[in-house]
């Protein structure tokens, strides 16, 4: 990979990384308007949360009003809590005209913390004309970074397009063409072609791009194994063209470990073929097949640098997450995060990368790491603490994987030199 294409893939990385989740974007409405053929009455019975039909897309399982606050009522969501149970939540209605208009907001939460709700508001208003209903939802929140922003403009105007189909023919389709794996098979395809791009569409540009987008998937699925283990019933992976690849899964952490554990398991899934395949390799240098040997070195470099880069201790990377479970906040956190960091430095610099880039990737992932801390959704209620047993055991499979990959990265750059 030319240098300037791999200095310009850092760049982008790192400014897309900050913009979607750092940047102070600060407070934004979004908005969407549908014409819908159908009367006010029915649009109305599915937007307000007390309508006959509030349950049409099967989100919300059940309405209720609270006792003695008129303007409030309760919501049990089909999403599911830390305990296994759908959430529930307390909205305030306000300016609620009948087949007209409403404003509401979300003053409790069974899963998230209040603070999560604090800016978020919700306006409704119905225009009925000619038989049609004009249906305007705007909503209101702040932002941190423009990921979530992004998200909810599409996740509003995914629930229009339903809603509208929904009321004018009575059919209604769980799901969408995103999280299709046709669609995810799609965006990988796309990642593959950026980086082609970025790699002067060479052969070994188009290997290097596959490579990477396979070792992508393979971390991915190490988060995903680590979901179902701990008990979450849905899990399911999003590419992201160019920055990488999401695992989410079906229900909020319930414990320090749980967040650790599934953290960890990115790169620790990834650490299981790495020795086998410089193996392979050392047998194909052996035999006199040096273009196997090279391309098993490319392989194993590619899979152990990324998940390497994936344990650096920023807030929010796999490395930082594991680090904020295990260790006490404060010096002993601070300590540990300078260890890991410095043992990523010192196998950049013994697998032979320039000391200039050594430091300077230091110095970013630091401040990658300032611009990123305390950017998190907080649960309602603390995660089931951490025994020093768990404790012990998570440090130790940290160690072992951060020596794997380091290993990896240090043999590979040695036999591809």
């Known amino acids: 990979m030319p240098g300037w294409a791999a200095v310009a893939l850092i760049v982008v990385n790192l400014g897309l990384i900050f913009l979607l989740i750092a940047a102070p974007v600060g407070v934004r409405t979004i908005s969407r308007t549908v014409r819908i053929a159908a009367s006010a009455c029915r649009v109305w019975d599915a937007v307000h949360p007390l309508g006959n039909d509030a349950g049409w897309s099967g989100e919300i399982l059940a309405a209720d009003p609270v006792a003695d606050r008129p303007d409030r009522v309760q919501l049990v969501v089909d999403w599911e809590g830390r305990d296994g149970l759908p959430i529930r939540r307390i909205a305030e209605l306000t300016e609620v005209a009948r087949d007209r208009s409403f404003a509401m907001r979300i003053v409790e939460d069974s899963s ?3 603070g999560f709700w604090e800016h978020f508001a919700e306006q409704v208003e119905l225009s009925p004309a000619d038989g049609h209903v004009r249906l305007t939802i705007r909503q209101t929140d702040s932002y941190r970074g423009a990921a979530f922003l992004v998200f909810r403009y599409f996740a509003l105007r995914r629930r229009m397009a339903k809603l509208k189909r929904w009321a004018e023919t009575g059919a209604y389709r769980r799901g969408g063409m995103f999280e299709h794996p046709l669609t995810q098979v ?3 395809a796309a990642s593959v072609m950026i980086l082609w791009t970025l790699t002067g569409f060479t052969v070994g540009g188009l290997a290097f791009a596959v490579m990477l987008t396979a070792v992508v998937a393979l971390h991915e699925l190490g988060h995903m194994a680590a979901f179902r283990v701990t008990g979450h019933r849905r899990t399911r992976m999003i590419f992201i063209p160019l920055l990488g690849g999401i695992a989410i899964g079906g229900r909020p952490y319930d414990s320090h ?3 650790a554990f599934v953290a960890l398991m990115g790169a ?3 650490a299981f073929v790495v ?13 006199g097949n040096v273009h196997g040997g090279n391309f098993m070195a ?5 899979i152990a640098l990324f998940n390497l880069a994936n344990l650096v201790p920023v807030w929010k990377f796999d490395g930082g997450q594991v680090l904020r479970q295990i260790c006490p906040p404060g010096l002993p956190l601070a300590i540990s995060s300078f260890v890991l960091l410095g043992l990523f430095l010192a196998v950049g610099w013994l697998a032979g990368f320039p000391p200039a880039v050594v430091l300077t990737s230091g110095g970013v992932f630091a401040a990658l790491s300032l611009m990123t801390s305390g950017n998190s959704v907080k649960p309602r209620d603390a995660l089931t603490p951490i025994d020093m047993g768990g404790r012990l055991s998570l440090a130790a499979a940290l160690v072992a994987v951060t020596f794997i990959h380091g290993l990896g990265v240090i043999w590979a750059f040695s036999h591809l030199g």
Do not use: I, N
């Open 186 to 188: 799609a965006m990988a």
């Open 257 to 259: 470990f749980e967040v």
């Open 275 to 287: 020795p086998p395949l410089m193996q392979v390799g050392a047998l194909a240098v052996a035999g």
């Open 268 to 270: 620790g899934f990834s």
């Open 298 to 302: 490319a392989l194993v470099g590619c």
């Open 112 to 114: 998230l913390d209040t």
